[in-house]
């Protein structure tokens, strides 16, 4: 019954450490996994017998994604009409796809009281001999998913009345605090870029004009292909891919995790 709680966790890849923001050598391995031995690190991952396929399947969806769309939301974040606009790319998938609010989308609930003990042990086992440290504990990984849920909620439960809170901050602080962003109320104009106007892809260095659609399709299409490559028992070539601009990345062989951390 788990199963699909935890290909959604997958799916979150390394994304929980950075709800560790009170602990700095927690959060920084959030951005390890994004861009530093992303190859090596997916390997183990995939090739690790106690970590269930669900979990492993959504991970690597998640990098595709990352890898494949993060150049979009970039150019989003960067200009400056459209700041900080993650948030509401996800609100407009959720009113197009599952046509509900955002505000009725209580994502926390899913990861609620997993017992995640022997993954996260497995994930810090990984992470020690990918990145060859000592500085970690077990329960980091486990730490982050809670942490992600605690955050996830406070800022989500009575989303109106957040949105309103954060409307209220904006307005006492001349506008220097603005969490609003974090709380999309109103759809900006054409936001998955529908009507392909051109933008700037920073990290290719050339103008695009693909929708957040397409975007998508392309990352469904190639994570389709991942996952059955990967239940033949195979690696997908795409995991040597660094998540954050999508380059790819060349692997130095890892041996496989047997000891503790
Ligand atoms: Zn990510």
Redesign the pocket.
């Known amino acids: 019954m788990d199963e699909p709680r935890l290909f959604l966790l997958g799916t979150q890849?390394?994304?929980p450490f950075f709800y560790a923001y009170k602990e700095p050598h927690v959060y920084q391995w959030g951005f390890a996994i994004?861009s530093k031995k992303c190859g090596e690190f997916m390997y183990a991952l995939l090739k690790d017998e106690e970590i269930p396929f669900s979990y492993k399947a959504g991970f690597v969806c998640?990098q595709i994604l990352?890898g494949i769309a993060h150049r979009f939301i970039g150019y989003l974040e960067n200009d400056a009409r459209h700041k900080k606009r993650e948030m509401t790319i996800d609100k407009a998938i959720v009113r197009k796809f599952l046509n509900r609010s955002f505000s009725k989308v209580k994502s926390w609930k899913v990861f609620e009281n997993m017992h995640l003990t022997p993954l996260s042990r497995r994930m810090m086992l990984i992470i020690a001999k990918v990145y060859e440290t000592r500085d970690i504990e077990e329960r980091y990984f486990e730490h982050s998913v809670q942490m992600m849920c605690n955050v996830l909620k406070k800022l989500y439960n009575n989303f109106y009345f957040k949105h309103f809170l954060a409307y209220i901050v904006n307005i006492l602080t001349l506008g220097i605090k603005n969490y609003l962003p974090l709380f999309p109320y109103i759809l900006p104009h054409d936001i998955l870029n529908e009507k392909k106007r051109e933008w700037m892809d920073t990290i290719a260095g050339k103008k695009r004009n693909e929708s957040f659609l397409e975007i998508l399709e392309r990352t469904i299409v190639e994570a389709i292909h991942a996952l059955k490559t990967l239940r033949e028992g195979k690696i997908p070539d795409i995991v040597d891919m660094n998540?954050q601009n999508g380059h790819k990345t060349t692997r130095a062989k890892v041996e496989t995790c047997s000891e503790g951390v």
Request: glycine share 14%; net charge negative; no cysteine.
């Open positions: 890849g390394p994304d994004h998640h990352d998540f």
